[in-house]
């Protein structure tokens, strides 16, 4: 005789959906939906980026008792047929400083920072180091450029590069080498327009 088997228990069937439930579910993919939308809506295309030709500024010497200088730049941007759009820009700054201590067995090096700003009150991005006799620092340091500028004929920012060492440690000169390059872009448009040039000059 064959033992019969127990019946195998049947899985729990999901319960059935609401009207309500389904207005959530599609309320929901409409939502995402029009945020995608929205994205892409506002994202805005920009021309690919025109560099300067690099600048190379003055060198320049800073002492305890001068521990700060600043250099200002101006910043161009033109097109022989300018469209009716608007420009952007960023300018990039390299430095080399060369700490040479007044005594040379003095072992506490300062710092030196050069900060980049096109605002009267002197902030924007930081570069930041400490300074050795031995090895050359490097620096560098990029700033975007504001505001944007309506390219209706050519565009100008100044910014200011800052120089700033620590006055309060050792004695000593840094010597200072730098240069600085700007690229701009102009926004709402996938081509450069024709004769799109940029140039950094000082003052």
């Given at each position: 005789?064959?033992?019969?088997?127990?019946?195998?228990?049947?899985?729990?069937?999901?319960?059935?959906?609401?009207?309500?439930?389904?207005?959530?579910?599609?309320?929901?993919?409409?939502?995402?939906?029009?945020?995608?939308?929205?994205?892409?809506?506002?994202?805005?295309?920009?021309?690919?980026?025109v560099?300067?030709?690099?600048?190379?500024?003055?060198?320049?010497?800073?002492?305890?008792?001068?521990?700060?200088?600043?250099?200002?730049?101006?910043?161009?941007?033109?097109?022989?047929?300018?469209?009716?759009?608007?420009?952007?820009a960023?300018?990039?700054?390299?430095?080399?400083?060369?700490?040479?201590?007044?005594?040379?067995?003095?072992?506490?090096?300062?710092?030196?920072?050069?900060?980049?700003?096109?605002?009267?009150?002197?902030?924007?991005?930081?570069?930041?180091?400490?300074?050795?006799?031995?090895?050359?620092?490097?620096?560098?340091?990029?700033?975007?450029?504001?505001?944007?500028?309506?390219?209706?004929?050519?565009?100008?920012?100044?910014?200011?590069?800052?120089?700033?060492?620590?006055?309060?440690?050792?004695a000593?000169?840094?010597?200072?080498?730098?240069?600085?390059?700007?690229?701009?872009?102009v926004?709402?448009?996938?081509?450069?327009?024709?004769?799109?040039?940029?140039?950094?000059?000082?003052?």
């Open positions: 005789m064959r033992r019969a088997s127990p019946p195998s228990s049947p899985e729990a069937a999901p319960p059935p959906a609401t009207p309500g439930s389904r207005a959530r579910f599609w309320a929901a993919r409409l939502v995402l939906f029009v945020a995608c939308v929205s994205v892409v809506a506002t994202s805005q295309a920009t021309s690919p980026d560099a300067s030709e690099e600048h190379v500024g003055a060198p320049l010497s800073l002492t305890n008792e001068a521990p700060k200088a600043t250099r200002q730049l101006i910043v161009r941007a033109s097109a022989t047929r300018p469209p009716a759009k608007r420009a952007e960023d300018l990039s700054v390299r430095v080399t400083a060369r700490w040479i201590p007044a005594d040379p067995s003095q072992t506490v090096s300062p710092w030196l920072k050069v900060i980049l700003s096109d605002s009267q009150d002197g902030s924007g991005p930081t570069a930041y180091g400490i300074l050795t006799e031995q090895t050359p620092l490097i620096l560098e340091g990029v700033s975007s450029l504001s505001p944007d500028c309506e390219l209706q004929a050519s565009c100008e920012w100044r910014a200011n590069v800052n120089f700033e060492m620590q006055d309060n440690t050792s000593g000169t840094v010597e200072l080498e730098w240069t600085a390059q700007a690229h701009a872009r926004v709402d448009t996938s081509s450069v327009p024709k004769g799109f040039t940029v140039s950094v000059s000082a003052p």
